[in-house]
């Protein structure tokens, strides 16, 4: 049995892909595998031009560190932290001399408009608050792949099209989006919509821009 299978698909650099699908048809694993979180028992998957494979821990552990910021449906925020210090962990992997971090963690703060919380502990956050500040972790390190799985899923409508328009606007300014969603308006957004079925890839289609 496999959770995806005969998949081939490639995304370019600057894309804002969604995929949708009903439970269970293999969105996450596809994700998670585009994030290296999970490794294809077979085939062959490249990041950049690299074979992910083929990297020894020590730099797969690296690219995903620098290179890829993970969105979760229920925001998977440390309820001991801060906003800020919440923010300040998506640069926790990073040895490359990082200087000025809290004015990173900041400007991140600020491009999700959360930085008036930054103080707050995430129990004192709204939903729509609290993806904002996983959002700020996710990109703070400034990484070129966002990957986000059904950030919406927990959200009201309004805080759910709050999280589209940074994704989207983050997108804009270049970094490739990939987001999992079951809300046809959200996926209308995307420039292509992949649509599972069954672990396969049922169709993938390019919008007009
Ligand atoms: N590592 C795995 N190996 C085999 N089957 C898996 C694995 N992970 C998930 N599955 C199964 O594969 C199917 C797809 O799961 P998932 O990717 O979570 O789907 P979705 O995100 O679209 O709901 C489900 O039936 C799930 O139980
Ligand atoms: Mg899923």
Not at 100 to 107: G, P, S
Not at 153 to 163: E, P, R
Not at 193 to 199: F, K, L, N, P, R
């Amino acid at each position: 049995m496999h959770a995806i299978k005969g998949v081939t698909l490639a995304i370019d650099q600057g894309e804002f892909v969604a995929i949708i699908g009903p439970s269970g048809s293999g969105k996450s694993t596809l994700l998670n595998i585009i994030g290296t979180l999970e490794a294809p028992t077979g085939g062959v998957y490249r990041l950049g031009g690299q074979e992910v494979a083929a990297l020894r821990d020590r730099d797969l552990s690296r690219l995903r560190a620098t290179q890829i910021g993970f969105v979760f449906q229920n925001f998977n925020l440390i309820d001991h932290l801060s906003v800020f210090e919440n923010v300040k962990l998506g640069l926790r992997f990073r040895h490359d001399g990082l200087v000025n971090t809290r004015e990173r963690v900041i400007a991140a703060m600020d491009k999700v408009g959360i930085a008036h919380r930054a103080d707050h502990l995430p129990r004192h956050l709204s939903g729509g608050q609290q993806q904002r500040c996983a959002i700020a972790r996710a990109i703070v390190g400034n990484p070129a792949l966002v990957l986000a799985d059904e950030p919406t899923g927990n959200l009201d409508s309004k805080s759910a099209n709050q999280i589209i328009n940074i994704l989207e606007d983050l997108n804009r300014h270049g970094t490739t989006v990939i987001i999992v969603t079951h809300a046809m308006g959200q996926a209308d957004r995307a420039s292509r919509i992949v649509e599972m079925h069954d672990g396969a890839v049922h169709l993938s289609s390019r919008r007009l821009p």
